[in-house]
């Protein structure tokens, strides 16, 4: 089975510090995903990278940055976190021929205070 | 791009009844159409999914179907059980970019 591994379940940070989430997956994945989660919103795709120093902007980047310097880890950066910030966010990985299922990440709920 | 409507946004069901969640998509390009359940504390999980090729598919108690022309596809749950009950979202991707889109969502709540 396909695992993949966030860091923390839940953190709190406050407003203007710098926040690492890391996540890991295990499958060699090419591609990887970094969501948010609001209630009422779905998912929103914050970041993607289809492979190795690759990213793509996904639908709401602002706020947010990404580093993926080896194929397992993916990590979403905040860098002065702000209140509007708190959310739960999903890693994911995936497959890197076209369509295939995301696999996710159990989230880490973040409180910026 | 891709906008992809989820109904309900809460589904209440008694234990053994069918439960159906639809979704709509816009893009007519999309050709991949994946539903995943999250159940409390957990990452969503993928439960089924279809291609655009295939009219219906099933696996035991559930079952997708899809519409191309009229862009939309349902999940059906029959038989409904409490370990039912979890928030679901159904996906739209294709047309190159493989990025998928999500519905907003539906929580379904199974009654023993």
């Known amino acids: 089975d396909v695992k993949v591994t966030q860091s923390s379940r839940y953190l709190v940070k406050r407003t203007g510090e710098k926040v690492f989430l890391e996540c890991v997956q295990d499958?060699?994945?090419?591609?990887m995903f970094w969501y948010r989660q609001d209630p009422g919103l779905g998912l929103r795709l914050i970041y993607f990278?289809?492979?190795?120093?690759?990213?793509e902007k996904g639908d709401i980047p602002e706020g947010y940055s990404v580093s993926r310097e080896k194929k397992e880890r993916f990590s979403l950066i905040l860098e002065s976190a702000s209140t509007n910030q708190t959310s739960m966010y999903l890693c994911?990985?995936?497959?890197?021929?076209?369509?295939?299922?995301?696999?996710f990440g159990n989230g880490t709920r973040l409180t910026v205070t | 791009g891709e906008n992809v409507e989820q109904h309900p946004s809460t589904l209440s069901v008694q234990e053994g009844d069918s439960a159906v969640i639809k979704c709509t998509y816009s893009?007519?390009?999309?050709?991949?159409f994946p539903w995943y359940k999250q159940e409390l504390g957990k990452g969503p999980q993928l439960i089924i999914d279809?291609?655009?090729?295939?009219g219906e598919k099933k696996d035991q108690r559930i079952a997708v179907t899809l519409n191309k022309t009229a862009k939309h596809f349902s999940l059906h749950i029959t038989e409904t059980q409490p370990e039912d009950s979890a928030v679901y979202f159904c996906?739209?991707?294709?047309?190159?970019?493989?990025?998928?889109?999500f519905g907003r969502g539906t929580s379904l709540i199974v009654h023993p």
């Open positions: 499958m060699d994945h090419e591609n």
């Open positions: 279809i291609r655009s090729n295939v």
């Open positions: 990278s289809y492979d190795v120093k690759m990213k």
């Open positions: 893009d007519s390009a999309s050709n991949y």
């Open positions: 994911a990985s995936r497959i890197g021929t076209g369509n295939s299922p995301l696999h």
């Open positions: 996906a739209a991707s294709g047309g190159g970019s493989y990025i998928p889109t």
